[in-house]
């Protein structure tokens, strides 16, 4: 091993290993405080203060692929890469609307992510496990791509030392190491070491690289202007049909999702209050600046390695690093690379295991009361499958990466029009969900998307609106008998009563009632014992 | 919906990042050396923040967030 490999190696697994310290640590700095229940672990029993919430939310949104995929695609394509910021920005602002709306129904029904919540309106347990499973199909292809996106990161930085099959284990292995104990507050914790160095990092290379390389800004833009011209509007370089049409349906309908996935939906439903969440939704857009910067370091990879080709593009980024910097620094970008692996993944792997011991494994009546550690043994087993899968089928995982996004946004009528819209059926929601899901898998497998310049999610996305109308009004009807306030939910949640008095030392009484109240909820202390349907949130 | 009016300023990332592309797509003229779609989308993303504030402090005025 070389002396910068063993250098680079060492910072890097120091930090692998405060990581799981971290994540641990934030269970026992939080024990005895509240009950061990589901919730507790799934949702950080609920409790998550704004700059937790805004630290771990920022931490799902930037993933490997905003070190890897943008600087890949702004050293490809140039401007279509800027849709991610757009729909970023956009689905953060919606989400002041929505965040608050779906976590209070969330807590009044003691629900912990969509599957529960779309089991909940329209009384149905076994919708909630159809939505978990296809949720899952949708999510583990995003485990795939951090695990590939770690193993690139640290076989590189680690300059060979650590080989690539050794990385995708570790990507695995420190992941697992902490989520399975902690769950989302350890999600959160290790959020803000990973938010720590992605902005100092970043924040460094973003002025680091022009004058490196460039002798500054200005020259660097000057030779951007003069030389790439074709990178800087749309459709950008090369891109295949990624055009203005392409990039304002995409970046619609991405928003509309982004406020519903699952990994988001965990977010809301940990924070403390409504309007923390209301907070939230003003500081997380500033976090988007950041991407900015790969995207533009990504092209001006293009004057210093030109002709990186294929997957190599995804590493413009990191041989900027490895060229013009000492080990120790390779080490300390690399680290902030890797937990942008481990943070989402981390999060994704919770959701599944959450989904599906809650609305899959609850539905068994011998399992129903053991839901948390039923999820636990499911974040295991998905983490293993993509491990798995990205060693002996990895196509497979990409092919599936392809609907992941424009699948998950097919649940928007279901979810999101269902919880305020009293008419939507059953049969409604359904039909529009089949034939939205089958539209996308059709198109994209085809080569169809995008289709006539429209992203090929939208597309379907509109027909299951109308095909959900259609049905709701002319299908059969639901026969349910619960009141309005039972089923739909409230737009117009008040700041949540731990927040009336935020900022007083009455405040941290009202906090600690409502977590109280909260673990109530849960079933404090014995493992599940009331996490049931039946378990009735406080009103 | 119609009370909470100030909710119209979430549309605002809309209307920068999308309604307005056709007219920003373009390199010239540069804004302190940045091409224009760059420097338009960098504006959008630092007044991002500011249009929630906005309907934030819309929903505050009315004593219910």
């Known amino acids: 091993m070389s002396g910068n490999a063993a250098i680079a190696t060492s910072v890097f697994g ?98 912990v992510g969509i599957a529960d919540m779309v089991a909940h309106r329209y009384g149905r347990p076994w919708l909630g496990a159809v939505v978990a499973v296809g949720a899952t199909v949708c999510l583990l292809p995003y485990i795939q791509l951090q695990i590939t996106g770690m193993g690139v990161v640290v ?55 022009p004058v490196h390389y460039f002798g500054g800004y200005g020259n660097f833009l000057d ?7 074709q990178w800087l509007t749309f459709p950008g370089h090369a891109s295949g049909g990624m055009g203005q049409s392409w990039f304002v349906s995409t970046s619609f309908l991405n928003s509309l999702t982004v406020v519903i996935f699952p ?59 490895i060229d013009s910097l000492p080990a120790w ?86 979810l999101l029009l269902g919880l305020v819209w009293r008419r939507m059926t059953l049969y409604g929601a359904l039909s529009g969900l089949v034939v939205g899901a089958a539209l996308v898998c059709a198109l994209v497998f085809t080569d169809r998307d995008p289709l006539w310049g429209v992203n090929a999610g939208l597309i379907a996305l509109a027909v299951n609106l109308v095909v959900a109308l259609a049905v709701s009004f002319l299908g059969p009807g639901d026969q349910d008998d619960r009141p309005d306030a039972e089923v739909l939910a409230d737009v117009e949640v008040p700041a949540g009563e731990a927040d009336v008095t935020a900022g007083t030392a009455e405040g941290a009484d009202v906090v600690r009632a409502a ?24 009103p | 919906m119609l009370r909470r009016s100030s909710l119209l300023w979430l549309l605002v990332p809309y209307v920068l990042y999308l309604g307005a592309l056709p007219l920003v797509n373009r390199v010239h003229p540069t804004i302190f050396g940045l091409p224009f779609l760059l420097c338009w989308l960098l504006l959008a993303t630092l007044l991002t923040p500011v249009a929630v504030w906005l309907a934030w402090r819309g929903d505050r005025k009315r004593g219910r967030a």
């Open chain 1, 329 to 414: 620094a390779v080490g300390v970008i690399g680290v902030a690379a890797a937990l942008s692996s481990i943070v989402p993944m981390a999060v994704f792997m919770l959701v599944i295991g959450t989904m599906w011991g809650r609305s899959v494994l609850g539905l068994v009546p011998r399992l129903a009361a053991h839901q948390k550690l039923g999820s636990q043994v499911v974040v295991v087993l998905a983490g293993a499958l993509a491990l798995l899968l990205t060693y002996t089928a990895p196509n497979t995982l990409v092919r599936l990466s392809l609907i992941s996004y424009e699948g998950m946004a097919q649940l928007v009528p279901m």
């Open chain 1, 155 to 209: 076989s590189t930085i680690s300059y060979g030392a650590i080989s690539i099959n050794w990385a995708y284990f570790l990507a695995f292995a420190v992941t697992t190491g902490f989520v399975v104990v902690s769950g989302l507050r350890g999600s959160a914790w290790v959020s803000v070491l990973k938010d720590v160095l992605v902005i100092g990092t970043l924040g460094f290379l973003a002025f680091y690289v």
């Open chain 1, 14 to 111: 120091a930090f692998m290993v405060l990581t799981v310290g971290l994540g641990l640590l934030s269970v026992r700095a939080d024990r005895g405080k509240r009950g061990g229940g589901l919730a507790e672990w799934s949702v950080g029993g609920r409790s998550l203060g704004t700059v937790f919430i805004w630290v771990l939310m920022a931490g799902e949104g930037y993933t490997s692929f905003s070190y890897l995929g943008a600087a890949g695609w702004g050293y490809n394509y140039g401007a279509p890469v800027l849709y991610v910021i757009a729909y970023m920005s956009c689905g953060y602002a919606i989400g002041y609307l929505v965040g608050p709306m779906l976590w209070g129904y969330a807590r009044q029904h003691g629900l």
């Open chain 1, 263 to 321: 990994t988001t939906v965990a977010g809301y439903l940990g924070a403390r209050s409504a309007d923390t969440l209301r907070r939230n939704a003003i500081a997380l857009p500033l976090y988007n600046v950041l991407l900015l910067v790969p995207m533009l370091l990504g092209m001006a990879a293009l004057f210093v390695v030109p002709g990186l080709v294929g997957a190599d593009s995804n590493l413009a980024l990191f041989r900027l690093v």
């Open chain 1, 223 to 229: 030779r951007l202007v003069d030389e790439k011209s």
């Open chain 1, 515 to 538: 977590a109280g109240a909260d673990a109530m909820e849960t079933g404090t202390g014995t493992e599940g014992a009331r996490e049931g349907k039946g378990g009735g949130g406080p």
